[in-house]
């Protein structure tokens, strides 16, 4: 812990503590339903990290579960100790069984747009700890203080197959049309056990209604479901097939600047 800047509030000289940017107890709850605890984290590279930590207190064996996506972003009082844990609280409930068994349920409205707020800080956090390309501004995490998602948000949901690791894949996709028109895009498609999202941004306005961008067809496209921008209804989770490792690969590449 140490004294910084909130990348989230924004407020300075305050106390930064840890953050993970897959939450302790998600982590712990999946690695303990799986047959081969691991954590596996997809980039171009495929690198592949074990998540295991076996530590001896006492003489006793205890066995220490972390995702090694941890870093000191959020400060303690307004942020980590403040909304980002409430989140956390009111999302465990339900998060956890579809994060470990997969099993269907039917999520409310008030339980959709906890989720909506979950994936977006989960992917905020994702996406700060990358200080290669931050796509997220200032302003927009700080909207996420008052419960507020950016604007050009696009969030899906979807049952992975697996229930045996953790995978997060960013894309920062960028290009200029023929109109001379420059799109700018992130994309960011992940699963924690068997709850999967994916999310989609954008600059630019109305960028959406004006096709700015294509999607490529998958073969389990009528399996995801759209959560955001919500219609103020509840979801049956989840719709149809399940989501393996070629089709999250896929489902990660599937937008691209129409020229």
């Given at each position: 812990m140490h004294l910084g800047t909130c990348q989230f509030c924004g407020r300075t000289n305050v106390l930064i503590n840890k953050e993970d940017a897959w939450p302790w107890w998600l982590s712990r709850a999946v690695l303990d339903?799986?047959?081969?605890?691991?954590?596996?984290?997809?980039?171009?590279?495929?690198?592949?990290?074990?998540?295991?930590?076996?530590?001896?207190?006492?003489?006793?064996?205890?066995?220490?579960?972390?995702?090694?996506?941890?870093?000191?972003?959020?400060?303690?009082?307004?942020?980590?100790?403040?909304?980002?844990?409430?989140?956390?609280?009111?999302?465990?409930?339900?998060?956890?069984?579809?994060?470990?068994?997969?099993?269907?349920?039917?999520?409310?409205?008030?339980?959709?747009?906890?989720?909506?707020?979950?994936?977006?800080?989960?992917?905020?956090?994702?996406?700060?700890?990358?200080?290669?390309?931050?796509?997220?501004?200032?302003?927009?995490?700080?909207?996420?203080?008052y419960l507020k998602p950016p604007d050009n948000l696009h969030i899906w949901t979807f049952r992975a197959l697996s229930n045996r690791y953790f995978s997060s894949d960013p894309h920062h996709f960028f290009g200029q049309r023929q109109d001379g028109l420059f799109v700018s895009a992130f994309s960011f498609t992940a699963n924690a056990g068997r709850f999967g999202f994916h999310l989609l941004a954008c600059r630019g306005q109305d960028w959406y209604s004006r096709k700015l961008l294509r999607t490529k067809p998958g073969r389990l496209d009528s399996s995801l479901i759209p959560i955001w921008p919500t219609n103020g209804s509840g979801i049956k989770w989840p719709l149809h097939d399940d989501f393996d490792d070629p089709d999250l690969i896929a489902l990660a590449d599937r937008f691209v600047v129409e020229t």
């Open positions: 339903g799986s047959n081969k605890p691991q954590m596996r984290q997809t980039r171009k590279d495929g690198v592949v990290e074990r998540a295991v930590r076996m530590k001896k207190r006492k003489k006793r064996e205890k066995r220490m579960y972390t995702v090694e996506h941890v870093a000191h972003i959020a400060c303690r009082d307004n942020c980590n100790g403040g909304w980002m844990g409430t989140l956390e609280a009111k999302n465990k409930p339900f998060l956890e069984s579809m994060a470990v068994s997969g099993a269907g349920c039917q999520l409310t409205p008030e339980q959709v747009a906890l989720l909506v707020l979950w994936i977006t800080k989960t992917v905020m956090v994702f996406d700060v700890m990358d200080s290669r390309a931050t796509f997220f501004s200032a302003d927009e995490r700080n909207g996420m203080t």
